[in-house]
């Protein structure tokens, strides 16, 4: 059982940045593949970056290639979301979530989920 905890999250103006963490107990953090999504007003979660165990392979959704950063801490149990040239269509809450042993690119094949951290962008 892995339990994850999402904090960093808040109001930012346009252009901004914010720094979104994930804080993982349970488990060996290195053997989960671990994703960032969001999911806004009225609208599905989708996904916004994944990075596999060893923090070696990334992904990443196209509307924030080139802003966002996903990077893991596997010694502090950590995954990090890096946002920067924030845009009001980025207001959302966000989510980390977790697969264990493997690469998955849909929500449904993740195992764990946190509780989400709102963020809100305004113009």
């Known amino acids: 059982q892995v339990q994850l905890v999402e904090s960093g999250g808040g109001l930012v103006q346009a252009g901004g940045s914010l720094r979104l963490s994930c804080a993982a107990s349970?488990?060996?953090?290195?053997?989960?593949?671990m994703g960032w999504f969001r999911q806004a007003p009225g609208k599905e979660r989708t996904f916004v970056a994944g990075?596999?165990?060893?923090?070696?392979?990334?992904y990443y959704a196209d509307s924030v290639k080139g802003r966002f950063t996903i990077s893991k801490d596997n010694s502090g149990n950590l995954v990090i979301l890096q946002m920067n040239g924030l845009r009001p269509e980025d207001t959302a809450v966000y989510y980390c979530?977790?697969?264990?042993?493997?690469?998955?690119?849909?929500?449904?094949?993740?195992?764990?989920w946190g509780q989400g951290t709102q963020v809100t962008v305004s113009s």
């Open positions: 979530a977790a697969a264990y042993g493997r690469t998955v690119f849909r929500e449904l094949d993740y195992d764990y």
């Open positions: 349970g488990d060996t953090f290195s053997n989960y593949y």
């Open positions: 990075i596999t165990g060893s923090g070696g392979t990334k």
